[in-house]
Each structure stands twice: as structure tokens, then as C-alpha cells.
């Protein structure tokens, strides 16, 4: 069980962020230098965290086609490796500043709109890559009211 377990953890945080690299670096980053002198200043962001999503999402799918019976386990595992990673250049996460960001906005009020943009920023991208690994379970039979077994009539 124990090898099982560090099985499914080394091979989901390594295809993970090897998905995550390719798609950002080969994807993402191409599609916003093309799109931002149309999209303008104002919507970069907003554009950079969609496709944050999206290549999250496509790694949780990733990650939980590698492991089909335990998928969300994978992207949670994963998930805890992002969490702690900081990278700017490849994504926006960094749980341990919003942390600080927490506790600094018990000291300032001013410091809680901050607070509550970043918490659903990574509330997004986080269930971004659930939802990803969720989707890639596979799919079940549709229950019928015929059994498998019957004869059609000729």
C-alpha cells in the first residue's frame, strides 16, 4: 500500500509539472504575447488567469490519466507540491505570501480586498486542477432498463 501510494506521488508531481512546463512555456506564454496588443493593458491579466486555468486543468487531466483509480489523489499531491513552490515566471501561486497576507490584513483592514482577490485567484486555479482531474475519470456505463444479455426482435 505504502509503495503504491509513493508510486502514484512521485509519478503525479513529475508528469505533473512536466505538463505544467510544457504547456506554459509552449502554450500559454505565445498565446498572451500574441493576444495582449489586442486584448490592451487592462484584460492581460485577466487573459494570463484564464490560461492559468486552463493549463491547470489540463494537468489535473493529465495527472489523473496516469492514474485512473485514484485521480484526485494524484492532483492533490501535486497540488501540494505547487502550493509550495514558488515560480512567478510560470505561475501565479504562492500560498505561503498569501499566508502572510492573512495575517497581515488581522493587523490592517486595508489589506483585505488584497486578501480576497488573491484567495479566489487561487481558489480558481487550484479547483481549476481539480476539476481537470475530476474529468478524467473514466466514464461509467448509462444504466439501461434493457439487459445486456437480451435479444433485439428481427
Keep these: 500500500m505504502l509503495r503504491r501510494l509513493l508510486v502514484i506521488a512521485l509519478g503525479s508531481i513529475l508528469v505533473g509539472w512536466a505538463t505544467l512546463f510544457a504547456l506554459t512555456y509552449l502554450v500559454e506564454r505565445p498565446v498572451l504575447i500574441w493576444t495582449a496588443p489586442v486584448l490592451g493593458a487592462h484584460w492581460v ?3 494570463k488567469l484564464s490560461l492559468d486555468c486552463m493549463a491547470l ?3 489535473g487531466w493529465v495527472i489523473g490519466r496516469l492514474h485512473r483509480d485514484t485521480p484526485v489523489v494524484g492532483a492533490l499531491l501535486f497540488a501540494a507540491t505547487l502550493a509550495f513552490c514558488n515560480i512567478d ?3 501565479d501561486v504562492n500560498v505561503l505570501a498569501l ?3 492573512a495575517a497581515d490584513a488581522l493587523h490592517d483592514t486595508r489589506l483585505l480586498g488584497p486578501l480576497a ?3 479566489v485567484q487561487y481558489s ?3 479547483g481549476s486542477l481539480m476539476v481537470g482531474a475530476l474529468l478524467s475519470r473514466p466514464s461509467t456505463a448509462p444504466l ?3 439487459r445486456e444479455n437480451m ?3 428481427v
Design 89 to 91: 515566471s510560470l505561475l
Design 117 to 119: 482577490t488573491t484567495a
Design 45 to 47: 491579466a485577466t487573459a
Design 151 to 153: 435479444r433485439r426482435p
Design 124 to 126: 480558481f486555479l487550484f
Design 144 to 146: 439501461s432498463i434493457f
Design 99 to 101: 499566508i502572510r497576507l
Design 57 to 59: 486543468a489540463a494537468t
